[in-house]
């Protein structure tokens, strides 16, 4: 009988999927990492399957009981206390076990806090990487920021709210000042995307130090190095936003700053040269 990798809401109890709730509800047991508070989930939804607690410290011990329950015809259900299990979750070596053995794995689509922080960005979401915590001291930090400098792609981190302002100076020293984008509290009351470069967000955090969960997402390489289009480029970038998007000319000037990573008044300067421009040329 199959493990089925079932996600669970990162916040908003809305959403469960309905084939999620059905797998949870028709599961002979369901592994979790707080049986207290999966209870409370399964509660909300009427479910009264059996639990069995499976975290970071038991993984390897409760992969034996639930493979050989998978092995006696039993279905048994993954999920983690919220989001999508093995992502920065326990579940791991019981799912390679039960590939390694042979036994039905299944994987169901949902929450994920990476993948919902990024859908909404303003960053590339052609490709990316996640990467989830790092280490939590500087210099350990550091180090694994300087492997990452070279990505193409946008990067995605979760981090602790205290540590958000050392991680984003620390993410600034290494990568450089690229466009960032710090998403909290996603499907959640006080759910805030903050956008701009991370020696911003470094100083706006440092102020305001903030509460709640955190995905970090920052620009890949390709796009923070590539160097910003001539003045020409970037006022027709600012049209196109314009008449596209229907936005105010200090919304594209915004976007289209934060896009490449320029200061917005150095972008408005720009903007006003050339209307001033235009107004002088109509005048002739
Ligand atoms: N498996 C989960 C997933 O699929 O996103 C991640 C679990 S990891 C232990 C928990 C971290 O995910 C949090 O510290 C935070 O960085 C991020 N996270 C989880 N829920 C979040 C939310 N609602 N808003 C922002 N970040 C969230």
Known sequence: MPLYIVPTPIGNLEDLTYRA????????????????????????????????????????????ELVARLRAGDTVALVSDA??????????????????????????PGACAAITALSASGLSANGFRFVGFLPAKSKARRAALAELASEPVTLAFYEAPHRLPAFLQDACAILGDRPAVVARELTKLHETYERGALSALAARFEAEPPRGEIVVLIAGQALAAAPPPAEAALMAEVERRMADDGISATEAIRQTAQRYGLPRRQVYQQWLRRTDASIATEGR
């Open 83 to 108: 989001g999508t299990p093995l992502i920065s979750d326990p579940g791991d070596h019981l799912a390679r076990t039960a590939i390694a053995e042979g036994l039905p794995v299944i994987a169901l």
């Open 21 to 64: 709730a059905r797998v949870l509800r028709e599961a002979d047991l369901i592994a979790c990492e707080d049986t207290r508070r999966t209870r409370q989930l399964l509660q909300h939804y009427g479910i009264s399957t059996p639990l069995m607690s499976c975290h970071e410290h038991n993984e390897r011990a409760r992969t034996r």
